[in-house]
């Protein structure tokens, strides 16, 4: 699937209110909430990709979702991240129910709550290190004024300062990641949702990877990461598996 993470959402000049979108979140409420969510694919053959998925990812949270291949993650990250919509069940985000919102206030809500790590990282290759990030401001309610300011902090916290001016070309693959990390964290997500982050990755760099999603867990940023790699997986706080599009805890 090509994502166009960007595409449907108007850049935004907000005053800074305390939500971008001038919504309150309720802080009590989980983070992601789906209700018996189905995700059918009409065929033929029709594909129930999802079956009745109940999950509530709770602010903090550190989960990882594994599976085997084309057992749902995919879907369930798309549904997840509002890039896909359930055939039934509900989605609630932050408490409030945004499975029916129109695209664009889905597309806005995307750019504005939701950071997205991908295998491949979906950096724009003509776009030096920096601006790669600070594109990613211009859709998440970022004022102009703060957004290379915004930027340069989020690759200092994924450990890249050094990179700034580099083409992504450049760089090693687990650099490349981290920048990815840095453009999914420069709006300050509610939450963060990578689909096999380390899926291209050396052992280096995936420990790389790793740390970093340790210290943003301990940081209190909300992460949900699907992953086919065990070593990647031990390291969520909390883990669920999926097959055939049924979803279950793991102990
Ligand atoms: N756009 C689509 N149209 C039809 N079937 C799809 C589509 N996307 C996924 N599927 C099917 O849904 C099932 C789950 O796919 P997916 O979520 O990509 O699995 P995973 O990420 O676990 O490998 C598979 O049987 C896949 O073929
Ligand atoms: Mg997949």
Do not use: C
Not at 118 to 134: E, I
Not at 175 to 198: F, G, K, S
């Amino acid at each position: 699937m090509t994502v166009d993470l960007f595409a449907a959402a108007a850049p935004l000049e907000p005053a800074e209110p305390a939500q971008p979108d001038g919504t309150q979140p309720d802080d009590a409420a989980p983070v992601v909430e789906l209700r018996a969510v189905t995700r059918r694919f009409p065929g033929p053959p029709v594909v129930e990709a999802l079956r009745a998925v109940d999950l509530r990812v709770e602010r903090g949270d550190y989960l990882s979702i594994v599976g085997p291949s084309g057992s749902g993650k995919s879907t369930l990250l798309n549904v997840l991240g509002l890039l896909d919509r359930p055939t039934s069940g509900e989605y609630l985000l932050d408490g409030r129910v945004a499975g029916t919102a129109s695209e664009g206030e889905r597309a806005r809500l995307r750019a504005q709550r939701i950071g997205f790590v991908f295998q491949s990282f979906h950096l724009l290759p003509q776009r030096t290190v920096l601006d790669n990030v600070v594109l990613a401001t211009m859709y998440g309610g970022v004022p102009r004024a703060r957004r290379r300011a915004r930027a340069l902090a989020a690759l200092e916290r994924v450990g890249l300062s050094h990179r700034v001016g580099f083409w992504p070309t450049t760089l090693s693959g687990g650099e490349r990641q981290r920048v990815a990390v840095a453009r999914a964290l420069v709006t300050e997500p509610h939450l963060l949702l990578a689909d096999e982050p380390t899926g291209n990755l050396d052992t280096a760099s995936s420990a790389q990877v790793m740390a970093l999603f340790d210290e943003l867990h301990a940081d209190g940023v909300t992460l949900a990461v699907i992953t086919h790699d065990l070593a990647v997986s031990a390291r969520a706080a909390r883990r669920v598996r999926i097959e055939d599009g049924h979803l279950e805890e793991i102990a």
